[in-house]
């Protein structure tokens, strides 16, 4: 029997503030349970790397990634800051250390292989970096009146999902953005907040252990990994 | 030195391996700091985190 794509957090089904993949790797804080090792190896197709982000679980929440590059917050200390140098080197990604006060890459950034978006608060030279390292136009903007946009949108190269409450001319937008299409779903039993629950890339998908089916289903029809 | 720690943390009713890579002088310190870490991290006593095997890694 296939099990379906559910995983938690030692108990917290709100994956991606753990965890972020893009195609070639997958970042996860120290302390991991075993069987999600196994299910992150298996489902997403990536080795998982283990980062020490100062200290913190939340691995995924200081973290923005796409194939091309990574950004990281100036919390992770030089422990982390190594692992990322290293990271960097294996998967020949570029890397950007972030020192703005809106340190929470994973909250503020969503972005893909063909576009980004990210908190308009950020400043426009901090913007210009990280368009750089991460190879891609990154246009700020809000989504559903958040600026938080890493939260509220989550993107692969096959599909993105988005807010509940996104409004249809905005998911038009997005789709121009990301250049795929994708559709608004809730997560975790009615949670709004599509980016924090869902783990994935081009190969396949984690979601948080509270979702039902039908969230399931919808996550599976945006990011286009339907098998 | 670093240490990977694994063994299995009991959360309610359920019990569960984990695997935590942990930075530290000594097996003793690593056990030390796992335990700190699912207290300060998962709210778990020191008798709900079963340390099984330290290697060192290298």
Do not use: W
């Not at chain 1, 299910?39 to 998982?48: A, K, Q, S, Y």
């Not at chain 1, 998911?171 to 608004?184: A, C, D, P, Q, S």
């Not at chain 2, 699912?38 to 060192?56: C, R």
Request: hydrophobic residues 40%; aromatic residues 8%.
């Amino acid at each position: 029997m296939i099990k379906p794509p559910k995983a938690d957090f030692f108990g917290n089904p709100f994956l991606s503030l753990y965890f972020k993949a893009n195609d070639n790797f997958c970042l996860g804080p120290l302390a991991i349970d075993e069987m999600l090792i196994k299910i992150i190896n298996e489902r997403l197709e990536v080795p998982l790397i283990k980062v020490d982000s100062g200290g913190s679980d939340l691995t995924g929440l200081y973290t923005a990634l796409n194939n091309k590059g990574v950004v990281f917050s100036d919390i992770f200390g030089d422990v982390g800051s190594e692992t990322m140098k290293q990271v960097s080197k294996d998967y020949n990604v570029h890397l950007h250390k972030s020192s703005n006060v809106h340190n929470a890459n994973g909250n503020n950034i969503c972005v893909n292989d063909s576009g980004g978006i990210i908190n308009p608060d950020i400043t426009s030279p901090e913007i210009k970096k990280i368009s750089d390292v991460l190879g891609v136009e990154i246009i700020p903007m809000e989504i559903a009146g958040y600026k938080t946009v890493g939260s509220m949108c989550m993107a692969t190269n096959s599909g993105f999902i988005c807010h509940n409450e996104t409004p249809p001319e905005v998911i038009k937008e997005l789709e121009t953005i990301f250049k795929v299409k994708g559709i608004n779903v809730t997560v975790n039993f009615g949670v709004p907040f599509a980016g924090t629950a869902v783990i994935a890339n081009s190969n396949g998908y984690l979601i948080g252990s509270e979702s039902t089916g039908v969230e399931v289903q919808r996550v599976e029809e945006a990011l286009d990994l339907m098998r | 030195m670093k240490y990977e720690v694994s063994g299995d943390i009991k959360m309610g009713i359920k019990s569960r391996k984990f695997n935590f890579n942990v930075e530290a002088n000594s097996e003793g310190h690593a056990k030390t700091k796992t335990y700190a870490h699912f207290g300060a991290k998962n709210k778990l006593k020191k008798g709900n985190v079963v340390v099984k095997n330290i290697k060192e890694v290298k």
